[in-house]
């Protein structure tokens, strides 16, 4: 009876694995909304570090990342892992690694503003109910005494298990919290709710807005200009609720109920753009247009999509405060 139960479970691991792995990420996409080798300028120095071969793991570091407002760093192997590679139970080359204590797969990027970070999330997938080893390496290449590390994973069914603990010993002089496992149906106010109960000790930082929208709440960073600081200033004084309509499929907007300095100028927006539309308008940009109009900040680490469906198709709520 238990043997059956043992095998069954192995098909099924072996089954979601195997479908997780027609669909290979593209291990260089470069475009993920990160902010790798650039001084952060995020409220507390958050690095969201993450090693993902499937996508689902990189689907919570870009959750968490929108939270915090930290930087995305996806930690990419020098010699990427191939569908084969990840055909776990096959003794290929994930297997082979998990199954060899001195395994430390290289690294082919590097966090090179590690000093700057105070707090680190490290993401992995669970490989035979541990980190995978390229995990080992990334903690073995840099100094982290003083730093708070968050641990978190995504698998088949496996809890995190071990695997975080045994992560500690590569580096002792951090302060590790528990290690914590995603569903690949987690939502981003699961996710919301999962930072609040860090307690973190943030730093706040001038240079940050957030954006609540239903459950969600977004961080944004602000525009170095005029236009930007009059609002920050409006913020901290209270936060600003805001009706926001759809228009043109492309934005939502509504009134701020005051007016800021104008600095307008001709672009065209990008998905994450806030702007400043006749000095009293604040829109929120989910696609392109071009028009004459005042940068307010930026959403970081979103795609159209993950904008669109956290805004809805219709009228919003959004508040906004610092
Ligand atoms: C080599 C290998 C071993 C795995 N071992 C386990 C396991 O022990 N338990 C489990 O629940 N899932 C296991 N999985 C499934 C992955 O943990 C799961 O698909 C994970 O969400 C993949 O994350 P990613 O898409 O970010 O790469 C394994 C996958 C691979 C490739």
Request: charged share 20%; proline share 4%; net charge negative.
């Amino acid at each position: 009876m238990k043997k059956t139960i043992t095998l069954i479970l192995a098909f099924l691991l072996l089954c979601f694995g195997l479908s997780a792995c027609t669909d290979l990420k593209d291990n260089n996409d470069d475009n993920d909304g990160g902010n790798e080798n650039s001084s952060p300028t995020t409220a507390a120095n958050i690095l969201v570090a993450y090693f993902s071969c499937t996508g689902n793991t990189e689907n919570i570091a870009k959750m968490i990342a929108r939270e915090t407002g930290g930087a995305l760093h996806e930690i990419q192997p020098q010699i990427p892992y191939t569908e084969a590679d990840l055909d776990y139970y096959s003794g290929g080359r994930a297997d082979r690694e998990q199954a060899d204590p001195a395994a430390r797969p290289a690294i082919a990027n590097s966090v090179e503003n590690m000093p700057d970070y105070d707090v680190i999330f490290l993401g992995y997938p669970i490989w035979h109910v541990q980190a995978p080893k390229i995990i080992y390496t990334f903690l073995e290449s840099y100094d982290f005494a003083g730093k708070t590390i968050v641990p978190f994973c995504t698998s088949g069914s496996s809890g995190v298990g071990s695997s975080a603990d045994n992560l500690r010993p590569l580096a002792q002089n951090a302060d590790w919290k528990n290690g914590t496992r995603f569903s690949s149906k987690t939502t981003e106010s699961e996710i919301k709710a999962f930072v609040e109960q860090l307690n973190l000790d943030l730093k706040t930082d001038t240079n940050m807005l957030k954006i609540a929208v239903g459950n969600t709440t977004l961080t944004a960073s602000l525009a170095d200009n005029a236009s930007a600081a009059a609002l920050f200033e409006a913020l901290k004084k209270s936060p600003v609720t805001i009706e926001m309509q759809d228009y043109g499929n492309f934005e939502k907007v509504g009134a701020l109920g005051f007016s800021l300095p104008r600095s307008d100028e001709y672009f065209t927006t990008e998905a994450g753009d806030l702007i400043l539309y006749q000095g009293n308008q604040f829109v929120i940009y989910y696609d392109t247009n071009s028009w004459n109009f005042t940068r307010l900040g930026k959403i970081e680490n979103i795609t159209a999509s993950e904008l669109r469906s956290i805004l809805g198709s219709g009228n919003a709520t959004v508040t906004l405060s610092v």
